[in-house]
């Protein structure tokens, strides 16, 4: 007699399935992104396209870089949005001595069982705010290659899957160039988008500085997002209708940076926009893509991605703006 428990197949235990998860409506994914961008701005002042930004990628399955002079809240936000859904969170420090262990996880022997235990790093989380991330080396940056990619962690030849959804917030440091490290190229192209917050004007400033005068907002903020409504929220959001002159506008807009730089935009860069275009589409309330939502979407998610042929040529973000201003729409 076989036991119920055991797959007849492989002869391993069963695992239990999770229940499925509830696909929201494109409405109710709009209400969902909107309740939490107004919930980040109650700690966050004058940044509201960059809330919106990056509440969308975390629908769009990506992952953001926040690249800007130090001080201007880059932290706090990441933290914010994190605060805002009832997901797990960690936060990984990058210095110089870190190590990729340090921050995938490692396998320590255990002295009673006789045998190796893999301990989990702070990247098994459900956000993961990697602070001044270029403060590492390249080796310890590439330990997020494989999982930005493909939501897994590789250790001693042992694949260990982490729990969706999974989003990394970056912040970069753009000032101390002779204290930092270039991030690989490889690890850029898997940032959904790169956002710059800028200074704040001078009324926000003044709000932002009533506003944590005493305690700050950030400690007594509460969630307004279930883990489960963020993932019925993706669900819909990837299944938002994307037709194929919409697909093939993308594909001309990339081919456009491949014919004017030196390193254009990648397939993955242009399956970034696809799917950052269909979160703009859901937060909009619609249940398709149109041009307007791949021409909001296109320079915070295909800028970073371009290296001009030399310095003194036009920037990845003019780049990308002549190519909407060339690039016929059909």
């Known amino acids: 007699m076989t036991d119920a428990n055991i797959d007849t197949d492989t002869g391993h235990p069963r695992t239990a399935r999770a229940e499925p998860t509830r696909q929201l409506s494109v409405e109710e994914v709009g209400d969902l992104a909107r309740t939490v961008i107004g919930n980040v701005e109650d700690v966050i002042v004058g940044s ?14 990506g992952h953001v870089l926040l690249e800007d002079v130090p001080g201007v809240g880059k932290t706090m936000l990441a933290r914010a ?16 001595d870190l190590l990729p262990a340090d921050v995938t996880g490692v396998n320590v022997f255990n002295q009673q069982s006789r045998e190796f235990e893999f ?4 990247v098994f989380a459900n956000v993961v705010l990697a602070d001044e991330i270029n403060r590492a080396p390249p080796k310890t940056q590439s330990a997020l290659l494989e999982v930005m990619e ?55 400033e003044a709000a932002m500085l009533g506003r944590v005068a005493g305690t700050h907002p950030i400690e007594t903020l509460d969630p307004v997002a279930s883990l489960d409504q963020l993932r019925g929220a993706r ?50 309330g619609q249940g398709y893509v149109t041009p307007d939502d791949v021409q909001h979407e296109a320079e915070v998610t295909l800028a970073h991605r371009i290296r001009p042929v030399s310095s003194t040529d036009e920037t990845g973000r003019e780049i990308v703006r002549t190519a909407l201003s060339t690039v016929r729409v059909e």
């Open 48 to 61: 509201h396209d960059a809330i919106e930004h990056i509440v969308t990628t975390m629908l769009a399955r």
């Open 81 to 96: 949005v994190a605060r805002s859904f009832e997901s797990s969170f960690s936060r990984v420090q990058f210095t110089p």
């Open 119 to 122: 301990r989990p790093g702070p």
């Open 150 to 204: 493909e939501t897994q962690v590789t250790v001693d030849g042992t694949t260990h899957r982490l729990e969706e959804p999974f989003t990394v917030i970056a912040t970069q440091n753009s000032v101390e160039r002779n204290r930092t490290y270039e991030l690989p190229i490889a690890e850029v192209d898997r940032f959904t988008k790169r956002l710059r917050l800028g200074y704040p004007s001078p009324d926000a």
């Open 235 to 284: 669900a819909t959001v990837a299944e938002i209708t994307v037709e194929a002159p919409i697909r093939q506008y993308v594909t001309r807009l990339a081919n456009y940076t491949r014919e004017h730089a030196q390193l254009g935009v990648s397939p993955r860069g242009s399956l970034a926009l696809l799917r950052a275009s269909q979160a703009r589409a859901a937060l909009d």
